[in-house]
């Protein structure tokens, strides 16, 4: 499998995509784990699982299961896009137009995902993806010349 995947040239992208499913499972991890004992985060939660919304279809989720489910839907997408990236390179590892694409498509998908956390203000997706988007940055600048043949 490693062959193609941490040939040189690919190694920074390969990196970095093994980053991004890092963070999806360090995120998945942190929505299931324990909220610490703050009575007034309690009384947030308590609040945003009482309100419910009628969407129609006879569904009505609560605010906390709308957050919910967007919250491991992100962890779903950064696994699946890291996955997808480590595929692509173990069939089309010599495609290096191909290859290059997706580090640019990488680099502007996480930078603004950085940027979003950066406005929001929320540090362990910003510096866990940042590390992850300098990875992309350094693939898509410092690209390994490919051998003409």
Known sequence: MGSRIFK???KLFAAG???LIIVALLHGLGNFAPPP???ALNAVV???RGYHFDLGLG???SLMDID???SIT????L???GIQNLVTLRVAGDAGSLVRSLILVNSIFVGAMVMLFAVCRIPPPLVTLGVVEILFLLALFFPHKQPSG
């Open 8 to 10: 040189r040239g690919n």
């Open 17 to 19: 995509s093994i980053g």
């Open 37 to 39: 004992a703050d009575p």
């Open 46 to 48: 308590d609040a945003m």
């Open 59 to 61: 569904m009505r989720p």
């Open 68 to 70: 919910t489910s967007l």
């Open 74 to 77: 992100m962890s779903i997408m």
């Open 79 to 81: 696994l699946f896009v």
